[in-house]
């Protein structure tokens, strides 16, 4: 069984940045795709950004663009968000999974805390 492990949130001020890993622990990991997620208080959990395991391509939601960046280790079986300018829209917790999600790999996921 694979367990997905999100970590690197925090409370920061608007415009600052922070950077997410999530990484995979037990049996071997090759997914086709994985996802960056977020789930604001009240709100449904919506993808944020994904990637093609084999051939780094990428997407973003339109919220992010240019802000965010998600990028992959396979060597360490870790997926990065890096975040810029956030601002406190993106208040939420983050979490990682494939994509589309299977229901069995959410994790605890982040806490994401950006102040006006």
């Known amino acids: 069984q694979v367990q997905l492990v999100e970590s690197g949130g925090g409370s920061v001020p608007a415009g600052g940045p922070l950077r997410l890993p999530c990484t995979a622990s037990g049996r071997t990991f090759s997914p086709a795709t994985m996802g960056w997620y977020r789930q604001a208080p009240g709100k449904e959990r919506e993808l944020v950004a994904g990637?093609?395991?084999?051939?780094?391509?990428?997407h973003y939601r339109d919220s992010v663009k240019g802000r965010f960046t998600i990028s992959r280790d396979h060597a360490k079986n870790t997926v990065y968000l890096q975040m810029n300018s956030l601002n406190p829209q993106d208040t939420a917790i983050y979490y990682c999974n494939l994509n589309p999600p299977r229901p069995g790999f959410w994790g605890q996921g982040t806490q994401v805390t950006v102040s006006s």
């Open positions: 990637i093609d395991w084999n051939s780094g391509s990428t």
